[in-house]
């Protein structure tokens, strides 16, 4: 990671990131790595509380680990805390914006899987769950697209936009495992090829 910033908080900032991360609960339609670009918008943009190359540590290092992809969203928050004061805050970041990306959502979720299931067979619930997808592969390339963009839109980067076109193809059109092509750009840019 990069060198924290240092941050003053107050308790109306916590409140904020906490109902922000609500607001963001409720639109992250295929998890919360689609609502990417808003956190980047608020965290990095708005708020100046992260700096573009934690905001994509975060995402990478939890999209690398075992476990649920919401993980990124504790370490965003760790990030937060430790730029606001330390270990205590990094753990107040954590509780922060987990709670505030999970219980909106999983409330929802939990109320819409029970009455979807009794309403299988109606036509609207049938068409409702097609036209999600289309919706859930557009916010996904928004996410690639402000990761991507960190790195800057120049000619001199045409290797890494290369890399990123290429990964969208092969998730695409074939069943490789993520994990794999995350290997092979890790392994790119330990060589200094991207």
Do not use: C
């Amino acid at each position: 990671m990069t060198e924290p910033l240092s941050l003053v908080l107050t308790v109306q900032d916590w409140f904020n990131l906490f109902f922000h991360y609500m607001s963001l609960s409720l639109l992250a339609i295929g998890g919360a790595i689609t609502t990417a670009p808003d956190m980047h918008r608020y965290l990095v943009d708005q708020q100046h509380w992260l700096t573009d190359a934690q905001f994509n540590a975060s995402i990478a290092i939890a999209q690398a680990a075992p476990g649920p992809n919401v993980l990124f969203v504790a370490l965003m928050g760790w990030n937060v805390g430790l730029n606001a004061g330390g270990m205590l805050t990094g753990l107040l970041g954590v509780l922060t914006a987990m709670l505030g990306i999970l219980i909106p959502s999983t409330t929802l979720t939990y109320l819409a899987a029970q009455w979807g299931h009794r309403n299988r067979e109606l036509r609207a619930v049938r068409a409702f769950k097609q036209g999600m997808a289309p919706i859930v592969v557009a916010l996904l390339i928004a996410t690639g697209w402000i990761l991507a963009q960190s790195n800057g839109p120049e000619l001199k980067n045409w290797p890494i936009w290369l890399v990123t076109a290429l990964t969208a193809l092969i998730v695409w059109r074939s069943k490789v495992h993520l994990l794999w092509l995350l290997g092979a750009g890790a392994l790119l840019g330990w060589f200094g090829l991207v």
